[in-house]
């Protein structure tokens, strides 16, 4: 134990909360300084712990979330794979983007060109606020943590209120992991409350915060970063509708199928996702409605419970403001279990599009149906910054480009015939998109590319072999790609 | 003519400042879907009229700026071959970032993995707030509007006062390059006045902004651009100090060499650059200070004109605040037309680092000396955000290495034995650093690299060949650089 991580579940107190920020601070150093491969090594280390602790993670999760024990398995080894694959990363080197330009006395712009060598380093001191849907993946040694001392930072983990035991377990995996390796005490951090989440965010000490949670108490935060003396990125997933556009020739040919789809995508995990479909817009004369009203009625897919009180009553205080609207109908559902499917026109939605685009975090969806094609341009092109936008399509027509165009100007993922549900994490995912979606449209939370929320550049001007870090030098001890004279990077 | 561009230098009126902003909205997807060929074309265009019309442009230049034909000369050259070295970039195509992740139905994350291809799009239109002191570089056709141009978006130029006249100048050949090219009208817009800037960044349909200025207002102007209800990125170059560290080695070795470069980049365009040395540390004994006193006496560099009134009035200010500090004395200079020497003890900078660590923008510096090697490393590791941090040294032992990591955790370019003013346009250039010197670290504003600031990515899940953009087909019709499955790019 390094002493840093917090002893308990209860609300650090504010010295608590300045001591693991200093230790943070102190560990800054020697973490960026730290070997890549034993970097690596420790990301492998808390992998290999938190595999080899199932058997004590999985209930203790299962009791504090109510997710379902498959569920939770899988998203325990979607972590683990998570901690290998920016171990994976921080190994090839890429993400340092090393750039070498040679001096140049001929160089066109007029003057000389010195010898400039770039690579990104570590920021410093990274606060991670935990999510409440992925007790694993986006908490404590999630995709975040994970990212984040890949990239050489320290990090402060915020625990989620809705599952602290969990989070005091996992973080004291992640701290075994940094003792045995003899990496700097105090690298990881651990507090609980929401004040002690404020004061570490507005702490001088700190570099950059991460967050996944809604978009009020999203913003607030994001507020008080940029309020700061001194600024600090504030990488904010505050909430989608991600919305879901079903094609009449679509609808035509798999109704039936798209119906289940959009059940399963809706009811799963009590629709506690962030890529929940939360307004599909299909056509007014399809089957896809009827199918979903049989479907529900004959084969219904259960949802599980709610993560907790807080998320549930925010999920009814949602559907409440969505399905009061006067053209809004309960299509079917919404029984104990059962998800809710209201239903309404892309007239209506685009008529009160601040009501009616709303996300409803649990296991509900709005359908609205449109009567042409001018409709349903019309409402893909009202959408604002979503995490993902979906087309079901079956041609490569004029309707069909114009949604994948209104799609990518609103969205960081868009699919086509698939559901934005489970998200796979990999070297070309992107989870993130405009505002609201993400307070930073130009990151990503998910995937390999997340490391570079927690890099800046610097250039090294002039400065002798013996001078540079590995990483620069002349004869690149290390093998790393990089990239001379504008070349592509070998 | 394309009927956007400002037709005087009077205050844009609100209804203008409208019509540029819808007109740049309006060319935001045409612009971006032209092919990266004709983006280069104009980009060599304008670069190319800039060249044709230096007989023109200079002259109207020196007269609005007071700098020197020579100092015009040169930039005006960097200018062009900035855009041009954009259009290579545009061409290369690395910029687009193109990942693909090949289904994989084995990938041990537990669940399949998809197809996903991601590359970078732009983020939308962009304000350009233009610097006073590089009329050409930092100003309507410069870096800001060329990498936000090469990036694939439509710029708005908020023209600096302080040259009004070669703004319009400039703005009409860009506008007769985009014309000829047939390219989208009001792609490139020109404004004038406080008002208008404020009302285009406040303005929904902007994407983001570039900034180059005071840390006032460029503080002013962040703070509006994370209040809007859609908060944009905003970066901000604020102010740098930009410290020179010599050791007692390199005084020792070349105390006359050093007294003679560091009189030059002080003097140079009367110290109005964002890299200009404002702290230069030296040991207490040695000649540095001496030869600096016999140097400006019997070979005087001159430091020509301020570039107007009010950054004549804003440098009187900066220096009467660090030369009332009862410690601080006048080493020499201050006449007309000759830099300003103050002279302190690094004991005192670090007891009053508010007061001295202060930007005085015109040809001033402040010397201190330190006794040892603990206050020298004292005052390095005190520096906060700079743009550049210089080493003078000679020896690669623990000092100076303690010395360049302090440089490294505070600037985004570090020098050794060479001055930063001088920046050159290149790859592997990193102009940017801690706040204040920037809003945004992790960017660079001159470089290859800027164009990464007006991009954001987006992933396409499972969308079939035909209806992907050309740079994500399997078949790689552009011959794009990609990633293919976590491989580096070919």
């Keep these: 134990m390094t002493g840093i991580m917090a002893e308990s579940v209860a609300d650090t107190t504010a010295e608590e909360v300045d001591a693991a920020v200093a230790a943070a601070a102190a560990a800054a150093g020697p973490w960026a300084a730290m070997e890549l ?36 398995v899988g998203e325990l080894q979607r972590t683990s794979f998570q901690l290998r694959l920016f171990a994976q990363t921080v190994l090839d080197g890429a993400f340092l983007d090393v750039r070498i330009d040679t001096a140049d006395a001929e160089w066109p712009m007029g003057a000389p060109r010195p010898d400039l060598r770039r690579m990104n380093i570590p920021l410093g001191p990274v606060l991670n606020f935990a999510a409440s849907n992925f007790p694993f993946a986006f908490s404590v040694a999630g995709g975040d943590t994970a990212s984040a001392l890949a990239a050489g930072c320290p990090v402060i983990v915020k625990a989620n209120p809705g599952h602290p035991a969990l989070s005091l377990a996992v973080g004291r995996l992640v701290d075994e992991a940094f003792a045995e390796c003899g990496a700097p005490a105090g690298t990881v951090g651990l507090v609980f409350g929401r004040d002690a989440g404020v004061q570490v965010l507005t702490h001088p000490a700190m570099a950059a915060a991460a967050f996944t949670g809604s978009t009020a108490g999203g913003r607030a935060l994001y507020d008080l970063a940029c309020r700061r003396p001194v600024p600090i990125p504030f990488y904010g997933e505050l909430g989608s509708i991600n919305p879901v556009f079903v094609t009449a020739e679509a ?83 919404g ?65 069909t480009r114009a949604l994948l165009t209104a799609a990518a100007g609103a969205a960081g993922r868009m699919l086509w015939n698939s559901w934005p549900t489970g998200l796979s994490v990999t070297y070309a995912q992107q989870h993130g998109g405009p505002y609201p979606a993400t307070t930073t449209p130009a990151t990503t939370s998910v995937g390999t590319a997340a490391i570079a929320r927690f890099l800046r550049p610097v250039a090294y001007q002039s400065v002798p072999d013996e001078l540079l870090p590995p990483e620069l030098r002349t004869d690149n001890p290390l093998g790393i790609p990089r990239s001379v004279n504008g070349a592509r990077p070998q």
Excluded: W
């Design 251 to 333: 609808a035509r040919a798999r109704s039936a199928e798209i119906a289940e789809g959009l059940l399963t995508a809706v009811s799963s995990n009590a629709g506690q996702v962030c890529t929940k479909p939360g307004l599909v817009v299909v056509p007014a004369d399809s089957a896809v409605l009827s199918d979903l009203v049989e479907l529900i009625r004959t084969r219904p897919v259960p949802t599980g419970e709610m993560l907790n009180d807080v998320i549930a009553a925010g999920f009814a205080a949602a559907v409440e403001q969505v399905r009061k609207h006067p053209n809004v109908q309960v299509l079917a559902g």
């Design 335 to 399: 029984g104990p279990g059962e998800a809710l499917l209201l239903a309404t026109t892309a007239r209506t939605v685009l008529a009160d599009l601040n009501e009616l685009m709303h996300e409803m975090f649990g296991p509900a969806t709005l359908l609205a149906s449109y009567r042409d094609t001018t409709e349903l341009l019309e409402l893909a092109r009202a959408v604002d910054g979503q995490l993902t936008v979906t087309v079901f399509g079956d041609r490569a027509d004029d309707t």
């Design 37 to 72: 491969a034993d970097r690596a090594r420790i990301l492998h280390g808390i992998a290999d712990r938190l595999d080899a602790h199932a058997d004590v993670l999985i209930p203790l999760a299962m009791r504090e979330t109510h997710l379902a024990e498959p569920r939770l």
